[in-house]
Antibody, heavy 116, light 112 residues
Framework: QVQLQESGPGLVKPSETLSLACTVS????????WSWIRQPPGKGLEWIAY???????NYNPSLKSRVTISVETSKNQFSLKLSSVTAADTAVYYC??????????WGQGTLVTVSS | DVVMTQSPLSLPVTLGQPASISCRSS???????????LNWFHQRPGQSPRRLIY???NWDSGVPDRFSGSGSGTDFTLKISRVEAEDVGVYYC?????????FGGGTKVEIK
């Protein structure tokens, strides 16, 4: 069964760049879309972006100016960078398989807190 | 963005009794290919969401058949025929027809 695992710093300072990676195991990163979704504490879910194994991307317009998503097929991994973070970016960040119309497998999520 | 509105926000239910959650979208979710990309997810406390239903009424593998999804256009419903203790948590609808995909605000199911 496909498993996804997020990794990266749990604390980021305001105005800096949040960087997370998602490692896919139990299956190949090829032939699928891959997404980042976030959930502020106690709140609902927000789609950030998706990327295909071949590098096709699509970003949520609300975050597009600050987000970069990339894929590294040799490592079975994809990544998220979110620049100029503020406290409003504090959230649990999930990576997931899928992206155009649905997602099926999710990572366990990683809490990123923006604070000085 | 397409706004997904769920009701109720909170749903206390008795074990063994049915439960129903409504999800309404601000635009039709019928895509140009004829499919309707409406999904339902279940999130238990401290866990990541798990997809239950995709394309309105299709079960994911391992999902009990007491769960069912229905609806069309802008109105959708998730029903649990007989609630079990493991069904507690928050249920989210999500549309994947229009970019960006958007989620409903969630319905918290708890046992009375």
């Amino acid at each position: 069964q496909v498993q996804l695992q997020e990794s990266g710093p749990g604390l980021v300072k305001p105005s800096e760049t949040l960087s997370l990676a998602c490692t896919v195991s139990g299956g190949s990163i090829s032939s699928y879309f891959w997404s980042w979704i976030r959930q502020p504490p106690g709140k609902g879910l927000e789609w950030i972006a998706y990327i295909s194994y071949s590098g096709i991307t699509n970003y949520n317009p609300s975050l597009k100016s600050r987000v970069t998503i990339s894929v590294e097929t040799s490592k079975n991994q994809f990544s998220l960078k979110l620049s100029s973070v503020t406290a409003a970016d504090t959230a649990v960040y999930y990576c997931a398989r899928g992206g155009v119309d649905t997602v099926d497998y999710w990572g366990q999520g990683t809490l990123v807190t923006v604070s000085s | 963005d397409v706004v997904m509105t769920q009701s109720p926000l909170s749903l206390p239910v008795t074990l063994g009794q049915p439960a129903s959650i409504s999800c309404r979208s601000s635009q039709s979710l019928v895509y140009s290919d004829g499919n309707t990309y409406l999904n339902w997810f279940h999130q238990r406390p401290g866990q990541s969401p798990r997809r239950l239903i995709y394309k309105v009424s299709n079960w994911d593998s391992g999902v009990p058949d007491r769960f069912s999804g229905s609806g069309s256009g802008t109105d959708f419903t998730l029903k649990i025929s007989r609630v079990e203790a493991e069904d507690v948590g928050v249920y989210y609808c999500m549309q994947g027809t229009h970019w960006p995909p958007t989620f409903g605000g969630g319905t918290k199911v708890e046992i009375k």
